[in-house]
C-alpha cells in the first residue's frame, strides 16, 4: 500500500484491471490547498462514487483488481500528462486552488510523491499480470458551476482514444441497461485520455473509459446499480474479447 494509491483484489493475467484515477478526496495534512474544506467534497475534488462502485466491482468478481488514486485530483490530478499544467491545478470550475501555486522544486517534490508513484505501480501491476481488458472509472457532475448552461443529460459516458475497440459494444451494453448513453460525452477521450494512452494503448490492451453521472451513484442504492450494470458489461466485453 501506498499513499499515492489503493489496491483492491487480485490482478490476474487475462483478467479485468479497474484504474480510477480520481477515487479519493484525501489531501495529506502538510499540503494546504487553500480551498474551504468543503470544496474536497465536491465534483473537483473527488469523483463521486468511484472507489465504492469499484469496490462492488471487486467483490462480486466482475473485476479482479482494482488501483485508485490515494489523493484528491486537487493534490495532483494523475488522468494527466506529467508536464501539463492540470496536473497540478491552480483552478477547478471557478475555484481557484490558491495552495498549487508552486515553484518548479515543490512541483517536483509534488509530482515525485504521488504521481510517478501511481503510474510507477500501474505499469508494474500491468507488467507483472497483464490484464485481456482495462476500465478505467470516472463520474462527472450534472452540471458545471463555471458553465450552468450547459446540458449534461447523460447518465453515463463510454470514452477511448484511438483504441475503440470496446467502445462499441460497451456502449451497445449500456444502452441495453435502459441508460441515456454518450459516445464520447461529456467530453471526447481524444483530448483527456492520459492515463489509458499511457498504460492501456501504449500496451495494446483493450479498454473502455466510463463516466457515471454522479447524482445517480450518491447513495448506497444507486452505486450498487450502477455496480451490477457494469458488472453484466464487463461480462459481456470479457466474451467480446475471447472471440
Known amino acids: 500500500m501506498s499513499e499515492a494509491w489503493t489496491?483492491?483484489?487480485?490482478?490476474?493475467?487475462?483478467?479485468?484491471l479497474l484504474i480510477g484515477d480520481h477515487a479519493s478526496n484525501h489531501v495529506p495534512a502538510d499540503i494546504d490547498l487553500g480551498i474551504d474544506p468543503a470544496l474536497l467534497n465536491e465534483?473537483?475534488?473527488i469523483d463521486i462514487g468511484v472507489s465504492e462502485v469499484a469496490?462492488?466491482?471487486?467483490e462480486a468478481g466482475a473485476v479482479d483488481a482494482a488501483i485508485l488514486g490515494g489523493v484528491?485530483?486537487?493534490v495532483v490530478d494523475c488522468n494527466r500528462d506529467e508536464d501539463a499544467p492540470g496536473a497540478v491545478p491552480i483552478a477547478s470550475d471557478g475555484h481557484a486552488i490558491a495552495g498549487n501555486a508552486l515553484d518548479h522544486a515543490a512541483r517536483e517534490a509534488r509530482m515525485a510523491r504521488f504521481f510517478r508513484p501511481y503510474h510507477d505501480h500501474i505499469a508494474a501491476v500491468i507488467a507483472a499480470a497483464r490484464p485481456a481488458m482495462i476500465l478505467s472509472l470516472h463520474s462527472f457532475t450534472p452540471s458545471l458551476a463555471s458553465d450552468p448552461e450547459q446540458a449534461r443529460p447523460w447518465q453515463v459516458g463510454v470514452l477511448y482514444n484511438e483504441d475503440d475497440r470496446l467502445a462499441a459494444p460497451a456502449i451497445a451494453a449500456l444502452e441495453g441497461e435502459g441508460l441515456i448513453v454518450g459516445d464520447q460525452l461529456p467530453y471526447?477521450?481524444?483530448?483527456?485520455?492520459a492515463t489509458m494512452n499511457r498504460h492501456a494503448e501504449a500496451n495494446a490492451i483493450p479498454y473502455v473509459g466510463i463516466e457515471m453521472r454522479q447524482d445517480m451513484v450518491g447513495d448506497a442504492a444507486g452505486r450498487a446499480l450502477f455496480a451490477r450494470q457494469l458488472a453484466r458489461m464487463c461480462n459481456k466485453l470479457a466474451l467480446?474479447?475471447?472471440r
Not at 55 to 58: A, T
Not at 188 to 193: A, Q, V
Open 188 to 193: 471526447s477521450g481524444k483530448l483527456l485520455n
Open 72 to 74: 484528491s485530483r486537487l
Open 7 to 16: 489496491a483492491l483484489g487480485v490482478p490476474r493475467a487475462g483478467g479485468v
Open 43 to 45: 465534483h473537483i475534488a
Open 55 to 58: 469496490r462492488l466491482l471487486v
Open 240 to 242: 467480446y474479447i475471447a
